[in-house]
């Protein structure tokens, strides 16, 4: 996964200042980073001053050694003069049939349990049955979206009428994922308003003495999220599936949750209303 706080470069950001931050982000000092690429400190100290030019081949190596975002890295390519490396096809591109065969098995195969994919923002690309299912029940007012319209997970969360009502638990599961989200902001600046609104929710709902406390020590393995639903309270805890060698920048922004029944109540819910 890449760094979480290597920011995207503004687009007149020279070459010099993306790079050393992203050896920042890693914690690399030039030594380690020039062990890892076979090269000599000073040679790292030259390109990140600017007194050298590193070739395209180093350069592309050198990102690959700091696990820079790809587009980042064609970011960084770009500012070197070069042609960026990696593609971003759209997921419904010929390139990515494999991938998209790949995703659809794992959702069919994770029915009737809820399986989403989303994006680095958070959008809602594909939804299993089980997720469907469960979009339906706790975003009623999707229903009504026409079909080309795109759901957030993190707007649907902050709506009057969405996630955020439905959450019994908000008090152990908000904060900790607003850790998270902070996280990915800093790594993607686009998300910080959808973050902050977010964390606006949390202050209204809980107090914001209870949203920037230390998150207590767990109760539990896995944090389970409960909603409280027409067929009764409903709790899940989730794991993230993600492509392991991403070569195009679509591919490398999703993921795949897959949310799993914390008790049996649940997964009766769900076997009888979707399998």
């Known amino acids: ?92 591109d010929s390139s990515l049939s494999e991938a998209n065969d790949a995703l659809e098995r794992l959702l069919r195969t994770h029915d009737p349990m809820p399986a989403l994919v989303l994006d680095a923002d958070w959008n809602l690309l594909r939804a299993n049955r089980g997720g469907q299912w469960l979009a339906a029940t706790l975003l009623p007012r999707a229903a009504s979206l026409p079909g080309s319209a795109q759901v957030n997970i993190l707007d649907a969360l902050v709506h009057p009428d969405g996630l955020g009502r439905s959450v019994v638990n908000l008090a152990d599961v908000g904060p900790a994922f607003l850790a998270q989200l902070r996280h990915e902001a800093s790594a993607r600046p686009a998300l910080q308003s959808r973050v902050d609104a977010y964390e606006a929710l949390l202050k209204a709902r809980l107090g914001e003495q209870d949203v920037h406390r230390a998150w207590a020590a767990p109760k539990a393995p896995l944090l389970t999220t409960r909603y409280a639903t027409p067929y009764g309270e409903l709790a899940f805890f989730s794991m993230f599936t993600t492509f392991g060698t991403p070569q195009d920048i679509t591919l490398a922004s999703l993921r795949v949750e897959h949310m799993f029944a914390a008790d049996d109540a649940t997964r009766a819910v769900l076997t009888t209303q979707v399998g």
Do not use: C
């Open 1 to 92: 996964m890449p760094p979480k706080n290597a920011t995207m470069p503004s687009p007149d950001q020279p070459l010099t200042v993306t790079l050393q931050q992203a050896r920042k982000a890693r914690r690399l000092s030039q030594l380690e980073l020039s062990l890892q690429l076979g090269v000599s400190q000073r040679h790292i100290s030259f390109v990140e001053s600017g007194r050298a030019r590193p070739s395209r081949d180093l350069l592309v190596a050198w990102l690959r050694a700091l696990s820079a975002p790809l587009a980042l890295g064609n970011e960084a390519l770009l500012q070197a003069g070069y042609a960026p490396a990696y593609s971003s096809a759209t997921l419904s």
